[in-house]
């Protein structure tokens, strides 16, 4: 069996007076219950190069917990003959950082982990 994880951008159109009875924690937190339940007020797209720390729910609460290559990362809106030159090899920098980092923060907390088990 294989198994991966799928970072989606999720948004919800329901109005108050069409909430659903499985809808968890309110319009505006959409979760999995959504996709269960084949929710009609559900839409989603997909989150290219971007990286999240998720909940206990597997929900990303806030914008400091996600970042993606975007905004003024890629400047690929722009007329720039050069950025389009090198915007493969900037994603895949971005692409190594991140998963550099990711590499850190696991390193990083099998440390504390341990010292604080060892005690």
Not at 43 to 72: K, Q, R
Not at 82 to 104: D, F, M, P
Request: glycine letters at 6%.
């Amino acid at each position: 069996m294989s198994m991966k994880h799928l970072l989606l951008e999720v948004y919800c159109d329901c109005e108050d007076n069409d909430k659903p009875p499985y809808c968890l924690y309110g319009i505006g937190f959409q979760g999995i219950h959504c996709f269960d339940n084949k929710c009609k007020f559900l839409s989603y797209t997909y989150c290219p190069n971007e990286i999240a720390y998720s909940n206990e729910i597997g929900l990303i609460e806030n914008e400091e917990n996600f970042i993606g290559f975007g905004g003024e990362m890629d400047s690929s809106y722009c007329d720039n003959s050069k950025y389009t030159k090198h915007r493969k090899l900037l994603i895949n920098q971005w692409k190594c950082i991140c998963n550099k980092k990711i590499s850190e923060a696991y390193n990083e907390f099998m440390k504390i982990k341990k010292n604080l088990l060892s005690d």
